[in-house]
């Protein structure tokens, strides 16, 4: 289980205590009148929320229709803000989530940044992530499940609880199994405490779907089925040119053809996990690079230290045996 994020005081906390009184009367924003307006621009720049879209579209690339549909939450919850101030309550929207798709296509990460995005528009009170799997919530005998899916859910609280694999919590061929205690206690919550926490469900799509079928009262909760669509080798290449930047490497020019082919060879392998399965390479290939230069001894200088060569991804099993 992993909490990533941290809390931070902001618009639409309700602090607790002694103070929490004063501190909610100070918070009350006078009504406005019909006829005043409000600067969309500077409403938009005060909740920061592009600097959270913008971080998206840094850290990942493609997933135009996932992003799409971050930046139409984001502006939602905005104009609900507005409208506020003008004394209109429309109820607060409904924004549990699923997520679908292979590993490795940024369903965790797209996850960390709309923890972020809901606690600075207001919607959940802390800006963390709870990310969780069966292991988590799941007890292995009578009494177990209820406390441990409890302990997790009140750590999530202020936040976004991410299940990932959510469909191990249903073993329909298992009729001792614990996990339907766990998905009960879930569904209360999302139902009766969705003001508090936005639970977002993830795992392969077909497997999701049956998930809903065997469970109805799940998939009713659930406001927003986001697919995560496989990386094209286009979009690989990106992401891994991008991965080898951060930890401060190069290609050789005779390397990028070699890695467009690792691309598209371990693509059309078993087990292929996207953008995970890329970063594996580029960490393979840095041992193949350190070990090389160790072997050849002598000085080396800055570009010997930052740059792969082709022989550090020939040397990976999807191009066979070296002669």
């Known amino acids: 289980m992993t909490e990533t994020g941290s809390a931070r005081v902001g618009f639409g906390m309700r602090p607790g205590g002694a103070a929490a009184a004063a501190e909610e009367e100070a918070a009350v924003v006078e009504t406005l009148p019909p006829d ?84 600075r528009l207001g919607y959940v009170r ?26 997790v859910l009140k750590r999530a609280m202020g936040g976004v609880l991410f299940i990932d694999e959510a469909y191990y919590l249903y073993r329909a061929e298992n009729e001792r199994d614990y996990g339907q ?28 779907d049956s998930f809903f079928s065997s469970n109805p009262g799940m998939s009713s909760r659930i406001a927003h089925h986001i697919d995560f669509p496989d990386y094209a080798a286009d979009e690989l290449e990106a992401i891994g040119t991008m991965m080898m930047e951060r930890e401060g490497y190069k290609l050789d020019p005779a390397a990028e053809p070699v890695f467009r082919d690792y691309v598209e060879r371990r693509r059309a392998q078993p087990r292929f996990a996207n953008a995970r399965s890329v970063r594996n390479a580029i960490e393979r290939a840095r041992l193949r690079h350190a070990n090389r230069l160790l072997d050849a001894g002598g000085a080396v200088d800055l570009a010997a230290l930052t740059t792969l060569a082709a022989d550090d991804f020939l040397g990976s099993r999807v191009f066979g045996p070296r002669p």
């Not at 579209?57 to 507005?82: N, W």
């Open 36 to 119: 005043a307006s409000i600067d969309l621009a500077e409403e938009r720049a005060e909740s920061h929320v592009d600097e959270v879209l913008d971080a998206l579209d840094r850290e990942l690339v493609g997933l135009v229709p996932v992003k799409t549909r971050i930046r139409e939450i984001a502006a939602l919850l905005l104009v609900d803000r507005m409208r506020a101030r003008f004394g209109i309550d429309s109820g607060r929207p409904n924004l549990h989530m699923c997520f679908t798709g292979s590993p490795g296509t940024g369903k965790t990460t797209v996850a960390v940044r709309l923890a972020e995005l809901l606690h």
């Open 126 to 151: 802390r800006g963390h992530l709870v990310s969780v799997t069966r292991d988590d919530l799941v007890g292995q005998y009578v009494g177990h499940t209820a406390p441990k899916t409890k302990e």
């Open 181 to 208: 205690e766990a998905i009960e206690i879930l569904l209360q919550v999302m139902e009766n405490q969705r003001d508090d926490l936005v639970v977002v469900l993830a795992g392969y799509k077909d497997r999701m």
